[in-house]
């Protein structure tokens, strides 16, 4: 069977048959390849949701002996992305004798520390909670998938009835219950109550299917979610409007983005209280169909249903009591306003916790909320990075589905207060935090660097990604942007920057490039100022026009860009760092300098000026002086290098070694020299210096401050 043939209205079909015919006699390449296609597909499941397994023979390193072996997704990672070093493999008959010791429901998460004793593989990856779900199904190959279309029968009321009479009785059902050993038994019995059927819904949760070989699990996922998506579609026609009709109008996008821009630094302010997060915002159609509704204010509350949904997006969402066309130039009026509704879920969210702890819980989490909605506006999801908050939205996107699903063919169903209580403080979950990295330098940083396509604005946004920040990469020429952009793709990834054209001397542009900042991660606290030009003549030769330029980039580029990032960080209250890269120029003085020199002096003393205003916002505002960042700089193109030789008598190629000569320890001074000196004013160790100069030029006596 091939693409061409099969057709799904629905879902994706991604199967290729050349492809699968490649990987032939190598199930465990066919799960990879499998999980990936499933994996491609939102439709199917979410980002690191669901897990896929296969069981092959193999021999056993020990005896030699054929032995039954389990291959399956390990703990964490995406089935999207799965590879071979993300897969456990355990023996399966050890893992199924494991219900010799198994001493009941009470003692479950005893049982994942015992998975260690069917390990095959001691290269594998770690089980995960899911493994014997797997493990006590008798296929060779098995889905398990968090599908929307799925989860919004597993979530309605009658959904067991529906998951009947839709399939005829060819698909099962196990009511909700916690992943773990007990529901893998509660499986194999649904089985063996009705051994023909294909696949089982698990309630509020998810789907179970399999199939002899690979591609008999993929398409027979692919058929049962197809059916599912159908079912939910005839009835989306007979219910008419989603979520009881639409309450209120959007305002038109263009609006909805001012909107945002506004108001998302006051919001990332506010879930900062605790760990410094970064912002994500969505006007998705589906998201706005659903907090246009009716039945917001009813559903909202409720929370979501399965796990997945809700460990990323919270126990229930904060709900703004904004109008979508609120003015919200009076940032003091806009947070007296929500105050009293970030209070009023922290203390529901500490209610929650004091209500459903158990004597050795974790102690509580951040009480601000992951996501809030803005009725006419949109979605903002707050977490400790990009991904995470871009994640949260997707999956409260997914919730959404399922919620409007549910509600289409019965009445949606959350899951209990204590229920979720136990999945988002479980023992096993919490100790699955604990081992996550911890959190860089500049975690949580949102990083603006001007002139950051090449040389020393392209240096110092390496560093600060690489430390944990996320970048806003600008320049005036675009190609080189998109070329700094695809090369931070592809070795940071997509959540690690966003782009933007910038001229530093356009006001306009300047406060655009910042609302790019601002939807893409909330606001902005990290601000360098690094673009620049220089001119070397004579004042004889020297001209208004250049004299112009050199302070309109220079002096009033500096200028305006601090004024309007000051503005967001002032919303936020959070504090914030500003790095001008000034130059040795605005100290020493040299023949054929007089704009450029001149420039850097007022550059030098308006850093000052602003670190004395500044300072009582938590703003630190510090200088670096570099000299000859001769590497990848656009400051040696359009004959500053030629004029700077003419001045010193030598030759342009002369030049990088006669500038190391003269500084006092001989070095040539490279753009990561200037990152590394960014990093330090902002890296955690130097948050209580403001006003500082701090010299990277090899040691030029001349320029000393002091």
């Known amino acids: 069977m091939s693409a061409s043939t099969t057709q799904f209205k629905h879902v994706s079909y991604l199967w290729d048959d050349a492809k699968a015919a490649e990987l032939a006699g190598d199930e ?23 897990n896929t397994s296969c069981k092959v023979m193999d021999k056993d390193p020990l005896t030699g002996n054929k032995v039954e072996v389990m291959w399956i997704k390990g703990s964490g990672g995406d089935i999207g992305t799965l590879k071979k070093s993300g897969l456990a493999a355990l023996y399966v008959d050890r893992l199924r004798s494991l219900k010799n010791v198994y001493r009941g429901i009470e003692f479950e998460d ?36 968090h599908p929307d279309a799925a989860i919004a029968i597993a979530a309605a009321k009658d959904g067991k009835k529906i998951t009947n009479e839709l399939f005829g009785g060819a698909i099962g059902w196990v009511d909700w219950q916690r992943p773990g050993f007990d529901l893998g038994l509660q499986l194999k019995a649904c089985l063996d109550a009705s051994p023909d059927i294909r696949g089982i819904m698990l309630g509020s949760h998810g789907l179970f299917t399999w199939g002899d070989t690979a591609y008999e699990s993929y398409i027979n996922t692919l058929e049962v979610i197809e059916k599912c998506a159908e079912y939910l579609e005839e009835n989306y026609k007979k219910k008419g409007a989603a979520f009881g009709g639409k309450k209120i109008d959007s305002l038109p996008e263009a609006e909805r983005k001012k909107q945002a821009v506004a108001l998302a630094p006051i919001l990332r302010g506010f879930c900062s209280s605790k760990t410094q997060m970064i912002g994500h915002f969505t006007d998705d159609a589906r998201v706005l169909e659903y907090i246009n509704a009716n039945d917001l204010e009813r559903l909202a509350p409720m929370g979501t249903s399965c796990p997945d949904h809700f460990l990323r997006t919270k126990i229930s969402p904060l709900v703004l009591e904004l109008k979508a066309g609120d003015d919200l130039s009076d940032v003091v009026a806009v947070k007296d306003k929500l105050t009293p509704a970030f209070e009023a879920y922290r203390k529901m969210y500490e209610d929650y916790y004091n209500t459903c702890k158990h004597l050795n819980s974790p102690a509580i989490r951040d009480a601000n909320p992951v996501v809030i909605l803005y009725p006419g506006v949109g979605m903002f999801t707050f977490a400790k990075d ?51 990295p911890k959190p860089k330098a500049l975690s949580g940083r949102v990083a603006f660097i001007t002139g ?35 090369e931070f793709k592809k070795a940071y990834g997509k959540d690690a920057y966003t782009t933007v054209t910038l001229d530093v001397t356009s006001a306009e542009q ?42 309109d980039v220079l002096v009033k580029g500096q200028f305006l860009v601090t004024q309007a990032a000051v503005a967001v960080m002032k919303k936020q209250a959070i504090g914030g760092d500003i790095i001008n890269i000034v130059s040795k120029n605005a100290l020493v003085s040299g023949p054929n300098n007089a704009g450029y020199g001149s420039a850097k002096a007022a550059q030098l003393h308006l850093s000052r000026l602003n670190a004395a205003e500044l300072g009582p916002n938590h703003i630190r505002v510090n200088v670096i002086n570099p000299d000859a960042v001769i590497s990848d700089s656009n400051i040696w193109a359009g004959g500053w290098a030629e004029g700077r030789a003419k001045a010193y008598g030598i030759t342009v ?39 500082n100069v701090i010299n990277v030029d090899g040691g030029v006596s001349a320029g000393f401050v002091r």
């Open 653 to 691: 190629a002369e030049l990088p070694t006669y500038y190391a000569k003269r500084t006092l320890l001989n070095e040539i001074i490279l753009p990561v020299d200037i990152a590394n000196a960014c990093f330090a004013l902002t890296g955690g160790l130097l948050n209580k210096s403001t006003g």
């Open 110 to 145: 005893e049982m994942v520390e015992l998975f260690n004793h069917s390990i095959f593989d001691l290269n594998s990856k770690a089980p995960s909670i899911d493994t014997p779900l797997h493990g006590f199904l008798p296929f060779k190959h098995i889905d398990h998938l």
């Open 28 to 50: 465990v390449a066919l799960l990879i390849y499998r999980s990936n296609l499933l994996g491609a597909d939102l439709h199917l499941t979410n980002y690191g949701g669901g």
């Open 452 to 486: 950051s396509a090449g040389g020393i604005g392209k240096a110092i946004a390496k560093r600060f990604v690489e430390e944990g920040a996320v970048v806003i990469l600008n320049d005036m020429n675009a190609e080189r942007l998109e070329g700094a952009g695809e």
């Open 510 to 551: 300047i406060n655009e490039a910042i609302a790019t900042a601002i939807l893409a991660f909330g606001g902005v606290d990290l601000i360098v100022n690094n673009a620049g030009l220089s001119i070397s003549k004579t004042i004889a030769d020297h001209t208004e026009k250049d004299w112009d330029l050199l302070y």
């Open 386 to 436: 990009k991904q995470t908050a871009r994640v949260a939205a997707e999956f409260y996107i997914n919730a959404v589905n399922v919620m409007k699903g549910a509600e289409a063919i019965s009445a949606y169903t959350s899951l209990p207060r204590q229920e979720a209580f136990d999945i988002e403080y479980w023992l096993l979950e919490e100790a699955k935090l604990q081992r996550m």
